[in-house]
C-alpha cells in the first residue's frame, strides 16, 4: 500500500515538472482590446441615448448629467476616456520603440516620433488647444457663418501629424503596419472631416439626428483610429509569461 502511495506521488511530481518545462507561454490582447472597443462605443451610446430617453433637467439642454456625458463637449468623461487612450497608446509606442532600440532595430526613433506625436494629441484633446487656433483662424480669413476657425491652421498641423505618424506606419509589416495606416487615416479623417462636416451642417442650420450622429461618428472614429494605434504597438511586441516572470521582446 505504501508502496502503491510512492509510486502515485512520484507521478504526480512527475506531471508538475513536465508542465514546468514547457516553456514561457504567450499573452494575448484579445479581451483587453473588446474591452476598450466596447467602453468607446458604450460612450458614445450613453452620449446620443441619455437625453433622448430621460426627459429632466439635468440630462436635457445644459443639464450637467448631459454635459458629463455629451461627447462634444469638454472636461466631461468621454474627454477624460479619449485622453486616457491616447495617453495609453503614446506610452506603448515609446515602450515599443525601447524595446526595438534595445533589439537593434533601425525604426526605433520613428516609434519615438509617434510616441511623441500622441501625446501631443492627448494634450491638444485635455486642453482643447485645436479650438484655441480659432483665433488664428480669424486672422487669415473671414467667413460669416462658418463656425470652425480652427480647421483653417488645423489642415496645416494634421498634415505634420500625419506625416509623422505615417512615417512610422511605411516602415512597418504585417497586421502592425494595416493597424497603423487604417488608424491614422481613422483618426486624423474624424478629426478633420467629422469637424468639417458637423461645421457645414451647423452653418445651414441642422441641429437635428443627422447633426448628432455627425458629432458621434466623429469622437467614436477617432477613439477607433487611437485603438487601430495600439494594435499596432500589441502587433509588434511580443508578451510572454513563464511562472511569476513577464518578458516583453520587439518582434
Not at 454635459?67 to 506610452?91: I, K
Not at 483665433?135 to 489642415?155: D, H, K, M, N
Request: net charge negative; with cysteine; proline share 3%.
Amino acid at each position: 500500500m505504501a508502496h502503491g502511495v510512492v509510486e502515485y506521488n512520484q507521478v504526480e511530481y512527475n506531471q508538475v515538472e513536465v508542465g514546468l518545462d514547457q516553456g514561457p507561454t504567450q499573452v494575448g490582447w484579445r479581451v483587453v482590446a473588446w474591452v476598450l472597443l466596447g467602453v468607446s462605443v458604450v460612450l458614445s451610446l450613453l452620449s446620443m441615448a441619455v437625453p433622448a430617453l430621460v426627459d429632466h433637467p439635468l440630462t436635457t439642454g445644459n443639464g450637467e448629467i448631459q454635459r458629463f456625458l455629451a461627447v462634444y463637449e469638454e472636461g466631461n468623461l468621454p474627454t477624460w476616456w479619449s485622453t486616457g487612450l491616447l495617453v495609453v497608446t503614446a506610452v506603448a509606442h515609446a515602450i515599443t520603440g525601447f524595446l526595438a532600440r534595445v533589439g537593434g532595430e533601425r525604426l526605433a526613433w520613428a516609434w519615438l516620433v509617434s510616441a511623441g506625436m500622441l501625446g501631443l494629441l492627448s494634450l491638444d484633446d485635455h486642453a482643447a488647444l485645436h479650438e484655441r487656433l480659432e483665433r488664428v483662424g480669424r486672422q487669415v480669413a473671414t467667413f460669416e457663418t462658418f463656425p470652425a476657425y480652427w480647421l483653417i491652421p488645423g489642415v496645416l498641423v494634421g498634415a505634420v501629424v500625419a506625416a509623422a505618424l505615417l512615417l512610422l506606419a511605411v516602415r512597418l509589416q504585417g497586421k502592425a503596419r494595416l493597424c497603423m495606416i487604417a488608424g491614422c487615416a481613422l483618426l486624423l479623417g474624424s478629426a478633420m472631416g467629422g469637424e468639417l462636416a458637423h461645421s457645414l451642417l451647423y452653418t445651414i442650420g441642422e441641429s437635428g439626428p443627422v447633426y448628432v450622429l455627425t458629432l458621434h461618428a466623429e469622437e467614436l472614429g477617432e477613439n477607433l483610429g487611437v485603438l487601430l494605434m495600439l494594435a499596432a504597438a500589441a502587433h509588434s511586441v511580443s508578451v510572454t509569461r513563464a511562472g511569476g516572470a513577464v518578458g516583453l521582446r520587439y518582434s
